[in-house]
Nanobody
Framework: QVQLVESGGGKAQPGGSLRLSCTAF????????IAWFRQAPGKELEGVSC????????YYEDSGKGRFTISRDSAKNSVFLQLNSLKPDDTAIYYC?????????????????????WGQGTQVTVSS
């Protein structure tokens, strides 16, 4: 009944852009920091970005700084991740996840264990 659903993935050329969506069903995202993670083939899950609930402050890992933008639209019960200037190394499955720790602020560094609601992921492939 409680579900997060990612969408917007696909194939892009190097230097291109994609916009990922994370939408909640069965609960509201408003109280929770929402993070994006990704997992590339043969690599460990890594944090990408996070947006807080209390003040909408944002956090970016070095991999996406200056290229990625996270945002929240409460009316749509959604969080978005804009991916610009894509590189082949960005190829991965991207997941959104909610932190129910209670503070409303992103906990960093981003850890899988701090997030309890997860989507099924959306594939991003960057190649020419």
């Amino acid at each position: 009944q409680v579900q997060l659903v990612e969408s917007g993935g696909g194939k892009a050329q190097p230097g291109g852009s994609l916009r990922l969506s994370c939408t909640a069903f069965g609960f509201t995202l408003d109280p929770y920091p929402i993070a994006w993670f990704r997992q590339a083939p043969g690599k460990e899950l890594e944090g990408v970005s996070c947006i807080s609930s209390r003040d909408d402050s944002t956090y970016y890992e070095d991999s996406g700084k200056g290229r990625f933008t996270i945002s929240r639209d409460s009316a749509k019960n959604s969080v978005f991740l804009q991916l610009n200037s894509l590189k082949p190394d960005d190829t991965a499955i991207y997941y959104c996840a909610a932190d129910r720790g209670g503070s409303g602020i992103c906990r960093v560094p981003l850890l899988e264990s701090d997030h309890s609601y997860w989507g099924q992921g959306t594939q991003v492939t960057v190649s020419s």
